[in-house]
């Protein structure tokens, strides 16, 4: 059974910078997609970034991108999330997800593993 450990949330400040880690263990992560996706209260889980296992391409929402950065180390079995110039909107829990396959995809629905998610708070 696959397992997801995310780590690296707490409070920011605006325009601070965080980095988010989900490490993997229990299955072969460097076949994995992996993506992180974030939720507020009273919303839907939304995706955030995502990036393949078999060339390393990436794909971000419109609201991260050129501020988020999405990368992996395969020999750790681990994907990060490096959070610059944060916003108050950026305060959610993020979740760290895993799918197989090779394809990107923004969906939640599509991924078949899941961390327990870490809160990020940005607030001055």
């Known amino acids: 059974q696959v397992q997801l450990v995310e780590s690296g949330g707490g409070l920011a400040q605006p325009g601070g910078s965080l980095r988010l880690s989900c490490a993997a263990s229990?299955?072969?992560?460097?076949?994995?997609?992996m993506g992180w996706f974030r939720q507020v209260p009273g919303k839907e889980r939304e995706f955030v970034a995502t990036?393949?296992?078999?060339?390393?391409?990436?794909y971000y929402t419109a609201f991260v991108q050129g501020r988020f950065t999405i990368s992996r180390d395969n020999a750790k079995n681990t994907v990060y999330l490096q959070m610059n110039s944060l916003k108050p909107e950026d305060t959610a829990v993020y979740y760290c997800a895993g799918r197989t396959g090779a394809a990107l995809s923004t969906k939640a629905a599509f991924y078949n593993y899941w961390g327990q998610g870490t809160q990020v708070t940005v607030s001055s």
């Open positions: 990036i393949s296992w078999s060339d390393g391409s990436t």
């Open positions: 229990g299955g072969t992560f460097s076949s994995y997609t």
